[in-house]
């Protein structure tokens, strides 16, 4: 079967394609894995690269990693396409690869979207990559914990790309308007924030940055070498109203204030209206997924306990559906939680307890609620006195389980809202057995 290799350059290629880095110091992003001194730049620098996949979002530099492997290797580079590929031709390119090998040539083979082939395709590879006949290399949007073979999986370093940062992607859209393979050889005239808004808008994606940069400047108005690009234009390319959020992402930070604050004050419609505002703005909806199991609870806490699911719930068919789709999804958990019962307690709570916490840091642990799985600990007192709740018909026992010094300290403090009068009823009645049980035993 005849592949495609990364050296074949069509006529024309698309703005992305064109700029794409040919070197390490070209590449923009990943810093965590090919900043100076990090493994997987010295493994690319060493031509020392063993079997691994890369796995992030689209658009963050996977393939583009693997086409600077293959112009700095002395190995044999395979590109192959696990979209148009079979186990027939998994199987040629094995083959070929195990000649090599003899020879004393190394192959490396990179599979693009591994995750689509099915486990036998997978299997395929198995032995070859054990042999040492082919270094692997693939690249997966998905989670490849689940859709690589697991005995694939533990002979490959997993290395997770993460979306690009704003910044980060304004500096390449800066370096396709100086580039001579990108715009550098035109005069390029363009509203102030556009290289910002556009590397908001492509939360993280290179690809679209430059695809939506490359749409506007051809549709721009055109004098000689001169291209003017509109604010109208800029609108039109990306379907969205442009300059929503400021160079220094104020109004980010103004728009997901505005949706906080209106669920917390059980205004559904404003809720609804600055969801909308942020998504056709063009936010990352995980972020804003994030943002509300948060809200689930801050905000309402046991006074509905099913918030929290309902929130995680949506926090997963953004994951699993993404946009347009998933609008739906943020919708309806964003009005449940504008009309669910409020409370604070959880978050109340945990601030008085943190206090605590950080002043108390050294507080010893109480004897009876530690472990003990030495003798050692066991002679020193580990876990006397230690009272199994499961033991007891009450399930539960008077133990204090509190420093001493905070043996009376109370941080849940239940609210009147919703369902939380059960909680605070049911704390009530804990309580107070727990104080009658101690208090006969100081009788007795």
Known sequence: MEQQTFFERPASQPLAARLRPRTLDEYVGQKHLIGEGKVLRRLIEADNVSSMIFWGPPGVGKTTLARIIANSTKSKFIDFSAVTSGIKEIRAVMEEAETARRFGERTILFVDEIHRFNKAQQDAFLPYVERGSIILIGATTENPSFEVNGALLSRCKVFVLQALKPEE????????????????????????????????????????????????VLNGETQGDS???TEET???????????????????????????????????DAAVYWLARMLEAGEDPLYVARRI???????????????MELTV???????????????????QAVVYLSLAPK?????????????????????????????????????????????????????MTA??????????????????????????????????????????????
């Not at 715009?183 to 994606?205: H, W």
């Not at 953004?318 to 999804?329: L, R």
């Not at 008085?352 to 530690?370: F, M, S």
């Open 169 to 216: 992607i304004a500096q390449l859209l800066q370096n396709a308007l100086k580039d001579e393979r990108g715009f550098g050889d035109r005069k390029i005239v363009y509203p102030d924030g556009m290289l910002e808004m556009i590397a908001r808008f492509s939360n993280g994606d290179a690809r679209m940055a430059l695809s939506t940069l490359e749409m506007a």
């Open 227 to 229: 291209v003017t690009i």
């Open 234 to 268: 800029l609108e039109q390319c990306t379907s969205k109203k442009s300059l929503l959020y400021d160079k220094k992402g104020e109004e980010h930070y103004n728009l997901i204030s505005a949706l906080h604050k209106s669920m917390r004050n059980s205004d559904p």
């Open 293 to 307: 199991v948060r809200f689930a609870a801050e905000d309402v806490g046991l006074a509905d306990p099913r918030a």
């Open 313 to 331: 719930a949506a926090y997963q068919a953004c994951h699993f559906i993404g946009m347009p789709e998933c609008t739906v999804h943020l919708t």
């Open 343 to 395: 409370s604070n307690a959880m978050d109340t709570a945990y601030m008085v307890a943190r206090e605590d916490a950080l002043k108390g840091l050294d507080e010893p642990v109480p004897l009876q609620i530690r472990n003990a799985p030495t003798r050692l600990m066991q002679q020193l007192d580990y876990g006397k006195g230690y009272q199994y709740a499961h033991d007891y018909a009450e399930k």
């Open 399 to 444: 133990m204090q389980c509190l420093p001493d010094s905070l043996k009376d300290r109370e941080y849940y403090m239940p609210t009147d809202q919703g369902l939380e009068p059960r909680y605070a009823e049911r704390l009530w009645q804990i309580k107070a057995w727990k104080k009658e049980q101690r208090a006969g035993k100081e009788h007795t």
